[in-house]
């Protein structure tokens, strides 16, 4: 089947830096999106890979690699504020939308 | 722009009524997307639809759901009879690359059904 694998929670202590990885099983995708979710509010796009690699928006960084079947979220210098829970998503060939089971981030003071 | 707009933002509704959702998408957007929000179930896409016609629907639970588009402005997801499973935060989201990418997601409706 297709599917979309992350860790479940993910804690950190603030200031650090954090990687939340994505892995999944999909015969072909178009590209591979994050998405942040506060408790209580709508998610909120945060990257879009297209090709493998790295693409960089600030404080926040996503990767891809399609031959190993992997992304990651990468957030730095963490804030007290980035406490959310984080979505990867895929489109697939035949039009499904993917939405991972997302990973909670918990940040220490 | 005043981003998607979604009503009611609450609905407490008794099991066996019909409940209605509505979205309004933001303006030269040409996909639609209806998701459903649980703790149990995570985010789960109902159906999304690209120039006012649905594209994927196999995310809909049953014959009791239905969504429609009659225009680019304007999107329901109808459920009747509502059962008490049917409890969630229902979200609309739009975006103009076929969700390649960004989609712009409504502040949704928390369902009740008691």
């Known amino acids: 089947g297709q599917s979309l694998e992350q860790p479940s929670e993910v804690t950190a202590v603030e200031g650090a830096i954090v990687q939340i990885n994505c892995t999944y099983q999909t015969s072909g995708f178009y590209g591979l999106s994050w998405y942040q979710q506060h408790d209580g509010g709508a998610p909120t796009f945060l990257s879009y890979?297209?090709?493998?690699g790295l693409e960089e928006t600030g404080r926040f960084s996503s990767f891809l690699s399609r031959s190993d079947s992997y992304g990651y979220l990468l957030l730095q210098e963490l804030q007290m504020k980035d406490s959310a829970s984080y979505f990867c998503?895929?489109?697939?060939?035949?039009?499904?939308?993917?939405f991972g089971k997302g990973t909670r981030l918990h940040i220490l003071p | 722009d005043a981003g998607v707009i979604q009503s009611p933002r609450h609905e407490v509704t008794e099991m066996g009524q019909e409940v209605t959702l509505r979205c309004k998408p933001i303006s030269g957007h040409d996909y639609l997307f209806w998701y459903r929000q649980t703790m149990m179930r995570g985010l789960e896409l109902l159906i999304y639809f690209n120039n006012n016609v649905p594209i994927d629907d196999s995310g809909m639970p049953e014959d009791r759901f239905s969504a429609k588009m009659p225009n680019a402005s304007f999107s329901t997801l109808k459920i009747q009879p509502s059962e008490p499973r049917d409890s969630a935060v229902y979200f609309c989201a739009t975006g103009s690359k076929g969700g390649l990418g960004e989609q712009f997601f409504g502040p949704g409706t928390r369902l009740t059904v008691l």
């Open positions: 890979n297209a090709l493998d």
């Open positions: 998503a895929v489109r697939t060939p035949d039009d499904k939308i993917i």
